[in-house]
């Protein structure tokens, strides 16, 4: 995968926490920041999925007599 160069100012205060963590995890800091916004972008995924599963979840029952569909999203015919 190319690379692409990103240039992040912070403060010392976080760039030293930043080169710590990546010694003890023994990465560099490219590397420990990469790995960061890879694990928040799963998270993340990974929320608004089980988000969009708990809203289906709750809303199940009006959705299926709001636009006439069983469980299987197969359109049921109109009463």
């Known amino acids: 995968m ?8 912070v ?3 976080t760039a030293r926490a930043a080169r710590e963590r990546a010694l003890a995890s023994g ?10 916004v890879r694990r ?9 999925v ?4 708990d809203f289906m979840k709750q809303y199940e029952t009006v959705f299926a007599q709001e636009f006439g569909a069983d469980r299987e999203g197969r359109r049921r015919p109109v009463e």
Request: no cysteine; charged share 30%; glycine share 6%.
């Open 50 to 53: 089980d988000a969009a599963a």
């Open 27 to 36: 990465m560099s800091v490219n590397r420990y920041i990469e790995e960061l």
């Open 11 to 13: 403060d010392e205060d």
């Open 2 to 9: 190319a690379k692409t160069q990103l240039n992040v100012r």
């Open 40 to 48: 928040d972008l799963g998270e993340l995924g990974q929320t608004f």
